[in-house]
């Protein structure tokens, strides 16, 4: 059963599959911008917009993977058990601040993601 923990899970499972759901969008908008890129053989430096819809994919996965929303840790809500959408209020203001962190941390490897990908990208020879 889930429950919330501070700075370790902040969603259940209605909430986790809404993040894959996102992390599916973002995967399927970069496949489609890299097509594009063959299709017009795009310049490398254009080819940096696809950090967008990578670090979308990753933000998505990462926060179904940790069982952790980063926008609800930055807002100090959770929601565990309740229908999408709908959130719980994080009183104390110590597990707000773990939650914080964890936000923080994914939203690091997410930018990080994107930047590799985005890297790849820019010098693959297209």
Not at 17 to 22: F, I, N, T, V
Request: glycine share 8%; hydrophobic share 50%; charged share 15%.
């Amino acid at each position: 059963m889930a429950k919330y923990i501070p700075g370790v899970c902040n969603i259940g499972p209605v909430e986790i599959a809404r993040r894959k759901s996102a992390g599916w969008v973002g995967v399927v908008i970069s496949i489609g911008f890299f097509l594009l890129f063959i299709l017009f053989r795009t310049p490398s430096i254009y080819r940096l917009i696809i950090f967008f819809p990578a670090s979308l994919a990753a933000t998505g996965f990462l926060q179904a993977y940790y069982h952790f929303c980063a926008g609800f840790g930055m807002k100090g809500v959770y929601n565990v058990l309740k229908p999408a959408g709908e959130t719980e209020t994080v009183d104390q203001e110590a597990f707000r601040k773990k939650d914080r962190q964890k936000a923080l941390q994914i939203m690091r490897y997410s930018i990080l993601i994107g930047l590799v990908f985005a890297a790849i990208i820019f010098f693959l020879p297209l």
